[in-house]
């Protein structure tokens, strides 16, 4: 359930719900950052149209516009990964979009085959280790499985939309089998069971629980950023891999926006959408949780500049993710992992 504010304004938006062209646009997002108004706030000093913006978990988002239907207001949905976008897919709540200017500046492999989302920032999981300990990382997510890494690897449930993309992603380039082997060799190779975030996981080489991590590249720099007890103060001693560089590339999972299937005002939902494709909107996305930009040539923020650059996999397209889910977590319940 939406907590009584979110379901105020949203009953708000719905109660003033604007008609096509309208100077408005109603977005509907579960991204948390009170910084996007700033972005928002731009997008209508350029085009005269105002954005309303209601914020929930994305299921109950998705919830939501199924319960609304073809009488919901909201015209765009934002979501901060694949999966949740592949939930709102099935659902029935997105509907496909044309955009030449969307085609031109995001790269096939962040959008989806029909159009029914892209992405607006890469969020790359990758593999940490503690310097101390492991001299020559693995290099590959394949190699995480080897059994000479026995009792050394951190990772969170195979509930987190995190892990349940990357299997996904295995499962596109090697195959089900392939990929239940991986799984359970990541299981033997577990220092402890799944437990907590990917922060959690990180704190394990710290205190020496583990060997090697599997993140989100940008639970790391928030380390940097702010004092993140059991991780700032040894933040240090961590290093980190980007996988699978001489072949794929390191898998990456996206921030998203779509346009619902309701839409009231569908063409300013098109600007709006296209707008988060230019450099300032990149900029932002990217900058404010140290992401990497969807849209190719546009500069890193100085705090994600500390990973460098790194070639991120483009053959996999990422709606294999979703179109995979379900098997990534037939397989996690067979192996075992939690």
């Not at 913006?53 to 979501?79: H, K, Q, T, Y």
């Not at 004092?227 to 290093?239: C, P, T, W």
């Not at 346009?259 to 404010?288: D, V």
Request: charge should be negative; aromatic fraction near 8%.
């Amino acid at each position: 359930m939406l907590h009584g504010l979110a379901i105020t304004a949203l009953a708000a938006v719905a109660a003033t719900a604007t008609p096509v062209n309208a100077q408005s646009v109603n977005v509907y997002s579960s991204r948390h950052y009170d910084s996007d108004d700033v972005l928002y706030d731009a997008f209508t000093e350029k085009t005269g149209i105002t954005v309303n913006r209601i914020e929930g978990g994305a299921d109950e988002l998705i919830a939501r516009l199924d319960a609304e239907g073809d009488n919901s207001p909201a015209d765009v949905f934002m979501a901060v990964d694949v999966g949740r976008m592949a939930r709102a897919e099935e659902a029935g709540v997105l509907q496909p979009f044309d955009s030449e200017v969307i085609e031109a500046r995001i790269p096939p492999h962040l959008r989806h085959p029909d159009d029914l989302w892209f992405g607006i920032s890469q969020r790359a999981r990758i593999v940490f280790y503690a310097k101390d300990r492991v001299d020559t990382p693995p290099r590959t997510y394949e190699e995480l499985a080897d059994p000479k890494w026995d009792d050394t690897i951190c990772v969170r449930s195979s509930s987190n939309i995190y892990n349940q993309s990357l299997l996904a992603s295995i499962i596109e380039v090697h195959g089900e089998e392939a990929a239940r082997d991986w799984a359970a060799g990541i299981v033997e190779n577990m220092a402890r069971a799944p437990q907590g975030g990917d922060t959690d996981q990180l704190r394990g080489l710290v205190s020496g629980e583990c060997d090697l991590a599997i993140s989100n590249h940008y639970y790391f720099l928030r380390g940097f950023d702010t004092d993140v007890s059991g991780l700032s103060e040894d933040i240090d001693s961590i290093g980190w891999v980007w996988p699978n560089q001489g072949g794929r590339g390191a898998h990456v999972n996206l921030a998203t926006a779509a346009m619902t299937a309701a839409a009231p005002n569908a063409e300013n939902a098109r600007k709006l959408l296209e707008f988060m494709t230019t450099e300032t909107a990149q900029r932002h996305f990217a900058g404010q949780n140290n992401e990497y930009p969807a849209v190719p040539g546009v500069g890193l923020d100085e705090d994600t500049a500390r990973l460098g650059l790194f070639i991120p996999d483009t053959r996999t397209n990422t709606a294999a993710f979703s179109r995979n889910a379900a098997k990534a977590q037939t397989i996690f319940n067979e192996v075992g992992w939690n």
